[in-house]
């Protein structure tokens, strides 16, 4: 195949991320052209539940948060690899049931390391 024809294949979804870029930089534009601009002391003011805030608004967060949502995330994008595996089961035969079992058991370890290590608990 010519290069031609590959980049012609490439073409809608260039002319879609054109598109989709000068509208959103179209809206953030009217946005800031065409809204109102009426700020005031009170307007500025941070809002924490209907009350003055007390202190800074900039506070630590704990490291444990943050261990949590990446185990989560990793978690469930580990997940989500079950869902392929299964629909093409027939096709993989033995081999792939006994490579997702070993995938399944890593993922099994790697749990409960995490449980045993006490990075799920939330305090």
């Not at 003055?52 to 185990?71: C, E, H, W």
């Amino acid at each position: 195949m010519p290069p031609q024809e590959l980049l012609s294949d490439y073409l809608p979804i260039a002319i879609l991320l054109g598109v989709a870029t000068v509208m959103a930089v179209a809206m953030v534009a009217m946005g800031h052209l065409l809204g109102p601009r009426r700020d005031s002391a009170a307007k500025l003011m941070p809002y924490e539940s209907g009350m003055n805030p007390i202190g800074s608004a900039v506070r630590r967060m704990p490291v444990r948060y943050y261990l949590i949502a990446v185990l989560f995330v990793l978690f469930d994008i580990e997940v989500i690899f079950l869902l392929p595996w299964a629909v093409v089961l027939r096709k993989l035969g033995l081999f792939g049931l006994i490579e997702m079992l070993v995938f399944v058991a890593i993922l099994l370890v790697g749990y409960i390391y995490v449980w045993k290590k006490g990075a799920l608990e939330w305090e």
